[in-house]
């Protein structure tokens, strides 16, 4: 007698288990499934089989080859195209010439299957069907059958109104060849759906079959582990490559050349394949171990399931989880119950991988995570979710609505209840749509909405630093990589994210410990119309508007795509200028442009001041903060130029006060300052440390290293729509072009660098930089500046990156190459030093 | 000692806000109107305002925009009777927005939180 394994399927309910391979070679006691199958066809004497097979065949016919080593003979078929279960048997039709048995891949039992054959021949059926009773039918095909077990109706996955019996089919059926004449050729045709309702019809010699014993459809994951459970309770018995080892107590299956330390720990049965290290101290129960596989001391592992080639460190913690092959598992990780990790992932230290999380192929997890969802696509998950200010991931891949939804609970619940917070996004459809799960979230938890839609950063903060509101929040497109979307978190005063701000958030998401409003008190969503024309009236107050409506000027604006657009032209136009706006339109399905685009936008913008003779270019950038100038001979400046020019057409203008400018910012601006009886406040480079530094009432003007500026009489956030009207204004109080203001300005060589380093290192870094500076001048205010005369270097860890910035200023370009050279070999020197 | 403006034409109030504010530290000069009050500002220099709504024939909305327009560094909170006006985009440009009650608990802590956001720019 032959049988047919069927071994095509998908197996997508088992992912991430079978995202590398298909479903049948899933290992079960270190064994593949369909293994134990073959084993069990043995058993009763049948040798001959077919296998059938669709998905990844290779893998299989690689395995199992001609059968030869199994001492049963294979033949394959594999139909080309899906054909459903009848129609794939149809496709081997012709080495099914004599009775036959049917049955699964991924099943486990331990039925006697001659006696389901026994009674088919009793009977003379042309198909049997083996029934099994279950506690939960309703995921099976229910049968019915009369007193002579003639089958009398099928129920398929029948609801719990439609149940009418417990016996369903367990797809193990035994054949005559007769069948074939009932499956059409070349069709899609499924023995449940479609053949065995036709036999009825037919009233065909069609039998089911009650059988006793266990059997289990392995269908996805939590069915896999429990099929480990009863195995490894003796619920089922199947074979076990791994010979016995004498162990009182414990049921231990000990494959060749494995290594188990003294004082290590084990319980109830454990097997631990061929060449696999249990080192001393490690605490096993009730788990299979695969083979080459690595457990350090301490390492708790309960009802585990562990594929080739995993590597678990130190006091890891794994219970009721699946590891599949070629896992790290870093020192101290705990992994909660039901939890899987797909192959070639890496789980850094003292990681948090919370209940049934399941981790798809080759991901990232960085050390010290939490992980409270399936990670599917993204390649790493953050310890942190926070970047500064802001929380940014690919869209719908890392920052999915759901994500976002559990996001807006967490921020909503770090709020008073019944509070309003501001929260507006760019033109972007995705950001619409991510601000849209993020409102139901934060409604959740009883804090109210002011939705101002469409809507630029610098006035959401602008109407943030009016009374009314506790935070704001921004959705974005990244600069970077459009497919990225950045949300930015702001305080009641406007303020960017504290760290501390973002933690407090970080904590109750990690934890979700939400608070859910009662259902009679969530929060609500109004919008704020006026908001637009508040901010027109706010800048209108802040510039001097006879000086810009005498001044007539004509100006180039590239916008970018961004909300800067709708608003700016009509100001600028009201203040009597002349404005050539470019790429002012919101196209939703492109977004705003990519940073690749940025030089070749400014070299257009040039060309375009000259050719119109305007007065100044600007390229505003889509988050509407950063500005580039262009000066009217089509001259684009570099940050450190238009920062130093701002300052002193400030001081043009009779501007006293303090300038707030970073480290890294050119020293002139000092120079400049103090010979007009003004002072220069020194910051960190992070944004947020700028705006603080700008809202002290004697600061008149704040400026990045980035083209961002803020103007305190205004607002004391960065703004480069009040930015591009401020240069008008002074440039019209300066009375010269542009580009001769910058001759006034005086020049220094101004260079930065950068080398690339890793996390880790930078500390050591900082250490050694802060040991080589220690007989010279140095300041610690961002990174560590060291001062010769008026010439200096700054080395500066990146907060986000793994990079280390070099900047230096000397009076002379060959003075501030030399500088810069000498510290950045410095830093390589050290980055090799602390390797060793 | 943080020092305060207290702009309401109803004498009372001015005679318990000035008593009340006293006692919790603050140095406080009142005004009866707005043209009162912009005399004051210009003699004297304030740490925050805490201007009615309504001042007889003069809006208070009016004396916020010229505060803001002329002195942006002194905070304004609105200290009202009616609650409409926060839905009122010129009383936005207020730092606080404060319904008037028996109870001055609510005033006290917002000029407390407005002070101390003032407070918080002198950060470097």
Redo the contacts between chains.
Sequence with gaps: MKAVIMAGGFGTRMQPLTCNIPKPMVPLMNRPIMLHIVELLKKYGITDLVMLLYHQPSVIKNFFRDGADLGVRITYVTPLEDMGTAGAVKCAEKYLDERFLIISGDLLTDFNLQKVIDFHEANKALATITLTSVKDPLQFGVVITDKEKRITQFLEKPGWGEVISDTINTGIYVLEPEIFKFIPEGENFDFSQDLFPLLLKKKSALFGFPVKGYWRDIGNTDSYREAHHDILKGKVGVKVDEPRREMAGVDLRVGVDVRLGEGTVVEGTVVVGDNSQVQGGAEIKDSVIGRNCIIEPGAKLTRAVIWDNVYIKKSAKINDCVICNNVSVGAATVMEEGGVVADDTAIGEESYIKRDVKIWPRKLIEAGSTVTGNLIWGERWKKSLFEGEMIKGLTNIELTPEFVAKLGCAYGTSLPKGSHVLVGRDATLSSRMLKRSFLGGILSAGVNVRDIRMVSLPILRY?L????EVGGVHFRQSLEDPATTEIVFLDA?GLDFSSSMGKNIERIFYKENFRRAHHMEPGGITELP??M??YR??FF?GVDQQLIRSSKAKVVIDFNHSPAGQILPQILNDLGCEVIGLNTYLDEQRGSKTVDEKPNSLQQLAKIVMTLEARAGFWLDPTVEEVVLVDETGRIYQPEEFLSLMTTLMLKSGSRGAF?VPVSAPSVIEQIAQENGSSV???KSVDR?MI??????EVVMAGSMAGRFAF??FQ?AFDGMFTIAKTIELSSAAGVPLSRVLKEVPRSSFLQGKVPCVWEKKGGIMRKMSEDSLDKEASFIDGIKVSFGNDWVLVLPDQYQPVIHVVAEAKDPKTAQKLLDEYMHKVERWKKELAQ | MAKLLVVDDEANIRLLYAQELSDEGYQVVTAGSALEAVEKLESESFDLAVIDIKLKNESGLELLQRI??ER??IPVI?CTAFSCY?DD??A??????VVKSSDLQELKDEISRVLA??Q?????
């Design positions: 109407k630093r009016t009374f009314g005063d006026q908001v024309d508040f009236e706010g107050r707030a406040r020194r910051t440390a603080e530094a700008a809202i002290s009432p305190p009489k004391a | 803001v327009k942006h560094t609105l926060k985009f010129s936005w440009l207020a730092d606080g927005y956001k003032r918080r720019g002198a950060y470097v």
